[in-house]
Each structure stands twice: as structure tokens, then as C-alpha cells.
């Protein structure tokens, strides 16, 4: 049997005006799949044999059923079916360029679907954080530093502890960092800052929440950020800073590549990626300025949380 490479994938060639096609099943999405791991054409009793031992449930199911699955691709332009010589009549099923293209627009879509699913995670700790450990209240001059957007950054607490009117206003802060969209966060002061200038006094905010901006900073801007920090608190000012934790993931590495580093869900910092820390290197790095005794470590598997009193 000849080999056949797997086409490389022109994006600019099927945006969502020239691309129509509109669902696709989980078993043609095996299909897919299984050609873009295999690197070559697949004779379609292999490729049935293959989708039958993988999945029980399918086992039964009669051939014609799979030829209807084949057709249905080939007729969308998904997979191509040809001969190869010296194989006589028997048709193989090749991936084509579009085919590759709505595959990966697929896998993003169930990996960013898996992501969102971290975040909400994430925001529902969030609003039990504030209160519970940070023991945040309306009272409080309150500053996010954020990267990004504010469904991704903002406790939905936090947000309800705003007052809109202007007595409130300007007691709550969203710090951009450099690498922040240009989004702003409703009932915030939006702010742009760097992370060795926040252009707010010292011993002024009494709460802040920093939600992924060391991870989106080189490692000498961290340190200027942590300072910074420190300094725009009151005495006895909390500030907590939340990270992702280091660990060997699968998922963090697909979500990685298949997102560019991250920046379909935040922004990239030139052409690095979303940093992952080591609970103790993150530690070590916020104990310079806070000092040991006033840190407190909050392990949440894939996300850290550490908490600095001023």
C-alpha cells in the first residue's frame, strides 16, 4: 500500500463564510480521527474493523450503516475515496484539506468546552473565596488585576457587591495589565498599568485578586508586579494571587497547542505561553516581598491560590 501524507491545512482557505458545512457526528469524528493519526489512506473494512473493536456499542451495527457514514463524509468534501494501484477495486478513504480543517474545529470546540469548564469551576470557588477567606464586603476599596475579559476574571460576587452609583465607583479597580483586550469591566475603574507602574498611591486598596497575570508576565516583570502589589496595599490589606498549577497534563498541552498558547482565551505575551508555576517557586517569589508568616497556600489541583497579608 502507497503512503499518503496527510494534507497540511490552509485556515485562510475556510473561514466561517466559505465553510458550511454545520454538524458532524462523534463517529465521523472518529473517522476523521482516525485518518489524521494514521498519516495514510485506510481501506474502508479496516477503518470499520477498527471503529467496531474500539466501540461495543457499534459492534452490531451492519456494514452498510458505516458505507452510509463514508458517503455522507465524501459527499460533504470531508474524505476522499479512491483506488490505490496494485489493490485492485478495494476503495480507500483519505482525510482531505477540509476534512482536516472542520476536525480541528471540532477538537478546539470541545477543548475550549473543557476549559470553560475549569473557569466556571474556578469563578464558583471565587465567589465563596471572597467573602469566606478574603472577607471582602462592600465597604472595601477592591482592585482586580486582570488579563482579560470579565467573564473569565470577575466573581459574580464581587460584582454584586458593587454599588453603580458614584459613591462606590471609585473604590473598585480593574488593573490591565500590558497584555489585556481591550475590554472593560462594568462598575470597575478601568485602569491600564505595567506591571513596575500601577498609577495608584501606596497603602490604598485594602482587596485584590489577581487571576492569571503572573502566568501572562515575563519572570523579572512577576517580581515588579509582586512589588507593586505590595505597595498599593493598606496595612493588613489582603491580596490573593491565583495561578495555574505545574503539572504534567495531556490536556494542558493540547489546549496549549490546539489554542496558539492560550491566546483564544487570553492574551499572549509575545510568543510564549500561559506559565504554569510550581507552588513553591510561585511561593517563594510572593514570600520575598510579604514575607513567610504572612502567606497561606491554597491547593486546588490545577489552580493555586496564595493569599499575602501587607
Not at 455522507?72 to 470531508?78: C, N
Not at 502566568?215 to 495555574?244: A, Y
Amino acid at each position: 500500500m502507497s503512503e499518503r501524507k496527510t494534507p497540511s491545512i490552509d485556515l485562510e482557505a475556510f473561514d466561517d463564510k466559505t465553510s458550511t458545512y454545520f454538524s458532524i457526528s462523534w463517529l465521523e469524528l472518529e473517522v476523521l480521527k482516525i485518518l489524521t493519526k494514521s498519516q495514510k489512506s485506510v481501506y474502508k473494512g479496516e477503518m470499520i474493523n477498527r471503529l467496531k473493536s474500539k466501540y461495543f456499542e457499534i459492534s452490531t451495527k451492519p456494514e452498510s450503516s458505516f458505507y452510509a457514514i463514508f458517503d455522507r463524509l465524501e459527499e460533504d468534501k470531508l474524505v476522499s475515496l479512491s483506488e490505490i494501484k496494485g489493490e485492485g477495486y478495494k476503495k480507500f478513504l483519505s482525510i482531505t484539506q477540509k476534512g482536516m480543517f472542520e476536525f480541528k474545529r471540532a477538537l478546539n470546540w470541545g477543548i475550549s468546552t473543557i476549559f470553560e469548564g475549569m473557569v466556571e469551576s474556578l469563578i464558583s470557588v471565587l465567589n465563596e473565596f471572597c467573602v469566606g477567606i478574603m472577607g471582602c464586603r462592600k465597604e472595601n476599596d477592591f482592585g482586580i488585576i486582570s488579563p482579560n475579559n470579565p467573564e473569565f476574571l470577575v466573581p459574580e460576587s464581587c460584582n454584586a457587591c458593587v454599588d453603580p452609583g458614584d459613591a462606590n465607583l471609585f473604590h473598585r479597580f480593574n488593573i490591565l495589565m500590558p497584555y489585556a483586550k481591550d475590554m472593560v469591566i462594568p462598575f470597575y475603574q478601568n485602569i491600564k498599568a505595567q506591571p513596575d507602574n500601577i498609577p495608584l498611591k501606596s497603602d490604598y486598596l485594602q482587596r485584590i485578586l489577581s487571576i492569571l497575570s503572573l502566568g501572562l508576565l515575563e519572570d523579572k516583570q512577576t517580581d515588579e508586579l509582586i512589588d507593586e502589589v505590595h505597595r498599593i496595599l493598606e496595612p493588613g490589606g489582603k491580596v490573593v494571587f491565583i495561578e495555574i498549577v505545574e503539572f504534567e497534563s495531556y490536556l494542558f498541552e493540547s489546549l496549549n497547542k490546539l489554542t496558539h498558547g492560550f491566546d483564544l482565551f487570553v492574551p499572549k505575551k509575545g510568543t510564549s505561553s500561559l506559565t504554569q508555576f510550581a507552588p513553591q517557586l510561585l511561593k517563594k517569589k510572593i514570600e520575598r516581598v510579604f514575607g513567610e508568616e504572612n502567606l497561606e497556600i491554597i491547593d486546588m489541583r490545577e489552580f493555586i491560590f496564595v493569599v499575602a497579608t501587607k
